[in-house]
């Protein structure tokens, strides 16, 4: 399973940026996908998270309000829209996929089990 990620770049704060996710063709009845991201000297953090299967969702603390995870089926691509964007958002975001529901995966970044490449945001002040 492959995934890459796009659409990452600098903005300024209060901005806005929309990340995709676009992963290979596989059996993913079972599986999330799920936005991590890491800043530098920082933990990896559980972003939003969505389950293939019925489009459920889950948010990370950072993420609830701002954040909105959506996906295209037909492309198998996931998007990661993010507004009112912050200098803290800062970080390399990372695309991944488990056989597990959203919440779990959102929480449990070890347990994933295949992973792009990441992708550098920036906001800046």
């Known amino acids: 399973v492959q995934l890459v990620e796009s659409g990452g770049g600098v903005v300024q704060a209060g901005g806005s940026l929309r990340l995709s996710c676009t992963f290979s063709t596989f059996a993913f009845d079972g599986y999330s996908i799920a936005w991590f991201r890491q800043a530098p000297g920082k933990e990896r953090e559980g972003i939003s998270c969505i389950y293939l299967a019925d489009d459920s969702t889950a948010y990370g603390d950072s993420a609830q309000g701002r954040f909105h995870i959506s996906t295209d089926h037909a492309k198998n691509t996931v998007f990661l829209e993010m507004n009112s964007l912050k200098p803290e958002d800062s970080a390399v975001y990372y695309c991944?996929?488990?056989?597990?529901?959203?919440?779990?995966?959102?929480?449990?970044?070890?347990?994933?089990?295949?992973w792009g490449k990441g992708i550098l945001v920036t906001v800046s002040s």
């Open positions: 991944a996929t488990g056989e597990h529901p959203a919440t779990v995966a959102c929480s449990h970044w070890y347990a994933m089990s295949y």
